[in-house]
């Protein structure tokens, strides 16, 4: 290969490397947010990370959920600040009750929020494409392709809602939340507090937003004659007999794959332009309509009468796209090679429970009682895998205990919720008010790591501190469960295994509601890593080689050729589970074996 | 149009690769190139496999390296070398591995299928593979944690990114207590492969 091409002189100003989402946080401090709300998730969750951290006086938090992010974001709106508000795809069908009625009074103050989609489903249950939602809700939706242009989109994102007085949508995927690139950035400009008028014809009862609905329409056509001039929108034109019509990260793709095409990038995917999508697909003869998920753009061109256009029967609807994906849908070149797999074991590396993590031992407990589980998202949904295979159902945040007590009435006489703590706070309060009202006899696990471990650890209500590290009230988890009816609640430390199961035992024998808090901080917490660690140790003369340390599961254990466990030093977490298992007492502190 | 180097990077979760990516990226950046970076969030603490894709050029539209054409697999263990090393340009590309196996603990039996042959299969299929201890050379330096910064020493050699870029990034990226023993890691990853390509 090439070593000796010339680098570029340093003589340049040196732009700023920025993660996509630190640029749409950098974005929003520029626009003068003075209110941001959002709840972690998996591509959104460094947005409020960055507020919090770079640019406080944005006012940043962690909401209890999406909804109620949503619904503070609204407030504040209403009442003239400038708003921000942040969530993965998912989350919006939490927050949709409130998105679904905001349209109609219209905002006040600028209100931005985010849609992080996870095409691929990298880290997500499902992988659903909420380009429908700003169309159901009739709201604009603008899609940035790189770094920089996410920093530019939110700042004109803001001018764009108060313009119209109407939230704005700004659509970001993985590939692109999750990509770094370099970023010309420009100072804060403070925006006034526009003024609240209490005005309950716009703001409140019902059946006053009957005079509002003609609105929503008027301000859709009004968007739509917008999109066919505004800046969002940028055509590329060729001589090329190709064109295409793309929006997002495919951009991206699609000046790698076909760089001679003509380019129509869509910034704004809702309303979509019609003229500007005539006028375009007049001009070449074949138009490739490239956009990842759903087929949103091309149906619309399809209901235009617009037919020299190629889509989703060639790219497809499922999962990402990629240069290499485009090229292979199009015959350009020779086959994108596969990984590695002839006359060798390409091994799987998945994901699992961290050293010392503290999931492990309920599951452990778990796996023994032989119980139909119904599990939640977080990290304990790894639970499912070997070599635990102790939860039986994940479906969407808080759906544990409603699954639980349906499970139940279909028959399995003894059934187990398992909930994270961030998630019970999020979504599971509800249903355990309702599982206590309708007489279910479950056990709920709240797995209580003071933290949301999944996304990264974010601070939570029962953390008592807030997404500004500030101290606040901690929310009182146990109180909590005994206010919704339940009698039986126990509180036990994870890493004494003994007691762990005993709990879990005695709670599922229990005639009626149970719930079992296993308490122990996440090991990733920076309190838990700056914490002296005591790593412990194996004692080879003492062990018998029955490798019950070995079904700890823990990374941490490794074996040596001669077959003993072996401890490495500095992954050990001092969580004692080996020690605890061991029936000859090989394993004991590194430091006490010295002295023996 | 001109060159854009395709970089892949390949890790286990808690090895630091996506930090090199990073390190790479900025350097590229100081060096006055276009520079995109894309990476996958999620798992990386959870010991899982990490990849992460640094493209830097005059002009860089995709972030994301297409596989066949990488001009460098970074590869901080064996067997993510072998996960990815279908990103290498075969014709033009090297791997870069560090020669550490790390046996994955959430698969059951996984000592007895782990590939411990995968540079010799790697070699067998034509690629160019250059092997260094880099684990090793850390832990001899003091901290078995930088082998990535090794790696990306070695990495250096490779890709038209001046000394100054590198030191730069060092410099803006790392807390000041660890600063002085990275140095002495890129430069300990340097010499590695300049060795390494003599011998071969
Ligand atoms: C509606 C919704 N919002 C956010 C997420 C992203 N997410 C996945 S798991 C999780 C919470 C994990 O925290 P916790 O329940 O405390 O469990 P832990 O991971 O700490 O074990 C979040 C926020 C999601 N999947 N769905």
Redesign the interface.
């Known amino acids: 290969?090439?070593?000796?091409?010339?680098?570029?002189?340093?003589?340049?100003p040196?732009?700023e490397?920025l993660l996509a989402n630190q640029a749409i946080a950098r974005g929003a401090w520029e626009a003068g947010v003075t209110f941001a709300a959002g709840y972690p998730g998996?591509?959104s969750t460094e947005i409020i990370e960055t507020l919090a951290k770079r640019y406080p006086e944005t006012n940043p938090r962690w909401s209890t959920n999406e909804k109620v992010a949503f619904e503070e974001g609204m407030g504040a709106a209403i009442g003239g600040l400038r708003v921000l508000v942040t969530m993965k795809h998912v989350g919006l069908n939490v927050a949709a009750d409130a998105f679904m009625v905001f349209p109609y009074s219209g905002t006040n103050g600028g209100f931005v929020f985010i849609s992080a989609d996870d095409p691929g489903m990298?880290?997500s249950q499902n992988e659903q494409d909420n380009r429908y939602y700003g169309r159901m809700g009739k709201v604009p939706i603008l899609e940035p392709s790189?770094a920089q242009e996410c920093r530019d989109f939110v700042i004109a994102a803001f001018d764009l809602s108060e313009q119209f007085s109407t939230p704005v949508m700004l659509r970001t995927t993985?590939?692109l939340a999750?990509?770094?690139?370099?970023v010309d950035v420009g100072p804060r400009r403070e925006v006034s507090q526009r003024e609240f008028v209490a005005d309950a014809k716009r703001f409140s009862v019902p059946i006053y937003r009957k005079l509002h609905r003609p609105k929503v329409e008027e301000r859709l056509e009004a968007l739509r004659a917008y999109a066919e001039t505004c800046s969002f929108n940028r055509v590329e034109h060729s001589d090329n007999a190709v064109g295409v019509i793309t929006s997002g990260?495919s951009y991206?793709?699609v000046?790698?794959v076909l760089?001679d095409a003509g380019v129509l990038r869509l910034g704004m995917t809702y309303p979509l332009p019609p003229e500007m999508l005539r006028d375009f697909c007049g001009r070449y003869q074949t138009v490739y309509v490239v956009e990842e998920g759903e087929s949103f753009i091309e149906e619309y061109m399809l209901s235009l009468g617009i037919n020299n256009i190629q889509g989703k029967a060639l790219f497809g609807v499922i999962g990402e796209y990629?240069?290499?994906r485009l090229?292979q849908a199009l015959n350009l070149g020779?086959a994108?090679?596969?990984?590695?797999t002839e006359?060798?074991?390409?091994?799987?590396?998945?994901?699992?429970?961290?050293v010392g993590c503290g999931h492990r031992t309920v599951f452990s407990a778990l796996r023994q009682l032989k119980v139909t589980v119904a599990g939640d998202i977080g990290?304990y949904t790894?639970g499912a895998?070997?070599?635990f295979e102790a939860e039986h159902t994940t479906f969407c945040m808080g759906a544990s205990i409603g699954t639980a007590v349906g499970l139940e009435r279909a028959g399995h006489d003894k059934v187990v919720a398992i909930i994270g703590d961030s998630t019970f706070i999020h979504a599971g309060i509800p249903p355990l008010i309702d599982a206590v009202y309708n007489g279910s006899k479950l056990t709920l696990v709240i797995l209580d790591n003071s933290t949301t471990g999944?996304t990264?650890d974010q601070p939570h209500a029962a953390t008592g501190y807030n997404a500004l590290g500030q101290e606040t009230h901690k929310l009182n988890l146990v109180a909590m469960c005994k206010a919704t009816g339940v009698e039986n609640i126990t509180v036990v430390d994870t890493w004494q295994r003994k007691e762990v199961a005993r709990a879990l035992r005695k709670a599922v024998k229990y005639n009626g509601p149970s719930v079992v808090i296993a308490q122990g901080p996440c090991m990733?917490l920076p309190e838990m890593k700056r914490r002296g660690i005591p790593p412990y140790t194996v004692i080879e003369e003492l062990c018998t080689q029955c490798d019950a340390c070995f079904k700890v599961?823990?990374?941490a254990i490794?074996?040596t050729a001669a077959n003993f466990p072996l401890i490495a030093g500095?992954e050990c977490t001092s969580c004692t589970v080996c020690a605890q298992v061991c029936p000859t007492e090989a394993i004991v502190l590194a430091e006490t074996a010295v002295v023996a | 149009?001109s060159?854009v180097y395709n970089l892949m990077f390949a890790g286990?979760?808690g090895q630091g690769s996506l930090l090199i990516a990073?390190l790479t990226?900025?350097a590229a950046?100081?060096?006055?190139?276009?520079?995109?970076?894309?990476?996958?969030?999620?798992?990386s603490?959870?010991?899982?496999?990490v990849e992460t894709h640094v493209r830097f050029g005059d002009k860089v539209?995709?972030?994301?390296v297409?596989?066949?054409e990488a001009?460098?697999v970074i590869a901080l263990e064996k067997?993510?070398a072998?996960?990815?090393?279908?990103?290498l340009?075969?014709t033009?590309?090297?791997i870069l591995v560090n020669t550490y196996e790390i046996?994955?603990?959430?698969?059951?039996n996984?000592?007895k299928?782990?590939?411990y042959?995968?540079i010799e299969?790697?070699r067998g299929?034509g690629l160019h593979v250059l092997t260094l201890p880099a684990s090793q050379i850390a832990r001899d330096l003091g901290d078995?944690r930088m082998a990535n910064v090794v790696m990306i020493g070695a990495l250096s050699?490779?890709?038209?990114?001046?000394d100054?870029?590198w030191q730069k990034a060092l410099h803006l990226r790392l807390p000041a207590r660890y600063l002085e023993g990275n140095l002495k890691a890129f430069a300990a990853g340097k010499q590695a492969v300049e060795a390494e390509i003599v011998s071969n």
């Open positions: 290969m090439e070593t000796n091409a010339k680098p570029k002189t340093e003589t340049q040196v732009r490397l998996t591509p990298h880290s790189d993985t590939r999750h990509h770094k690139g370099l990260i991206q793709y000046k790698e760089p990629s240069p290499g090229r020779a994108v090679p596969q990984p590695f006359d060798i074991m390409l091994l799987p590396r998945p994901p699992m429970f961290c990290c790894m895998l070997p070599p999944m990264g990733q599961w823990c990374p490794k074996r500095d | 149009m060159k286990v979760g990073e990226s900025i950046a100081h060096a006055g190139y276009d520079v995109k970076q894309t990476e996958v969030h999620g798992v603490q959870r010991g899982g496999s539209y995709s972030p994301i297409t596989p066949g001009d460098a067997l993510e072998l996960r990815f090393a279908h990103y340009n075969p033009a590309g090297v046996v994955p603990g959430s698969v059951v996984a000592d299928m782990y590939p042959e995968t299969y790697l299929k078995g050699t490779r890709i038209p990114i001046p100054s870029s």
